[in-house]
């Protein structure tokens, strides 16, 4: 396995245990408080920047691009339709 990859999985494991601890965190706060946008906009945008970091490491093994430009434009994700 390449050190790139070992650095990949420890972002996802911290970006994992990221998720488990704010979400814990959001069921005690408010949809209004400003705290609750942060907190979904830190693991947004941890999940899409670990997302980004993996389809490129894919793309350098079999040479198959995504743009993650594609992925934020698909009608799916702008509805908020998890995959």
């Given at each position: 396995?390449?050190?790139?990859?070992?650095k990949?999985?420890?972002?996802?494991?911290?970006?994992?245990?990221?998720i488990g601890?704010?979400?814990?965190?959001?069921?005690?706060?408010?949809?209004?408080?400003?705290?609750?946008?942060?907190?979904?906009?830190?693991?947004?945008?941890?999940?899409?920047?670990?997302?980004?970091?993996?389809?490129?490491?894919?793309?350098?093994?079999?040479?198959?691009?995504?743009?993650?430009?594609?992925?934020?434009?698909?009608?799916?994700?702008?509805?908020?339709?998890?995959?």
């Amino acid at each position: 396995m390449h050190e790139h990859d070992r650095k990949l999985f420890a972002g996802i494991a911290r970006v994992n245990a990221d998720i488990g601890r704010v979400t814990l965190e959001l069921f005690t706060l408010q949809p209004d408080d400003a705290a609750y946008a942060e907190a979904l906009r830190k693991v947004g945008t941890d999940l899409v920047r670990i997302g980004v970091a993996l389809t490129y490491r894919a793309a350098e093994l079999d040479g198959k691009l995504i743009e993650p430009g594609d992925i934020l434009t698909d009608p799916a994700a702008q509805e908020g339709n998890p995959p």
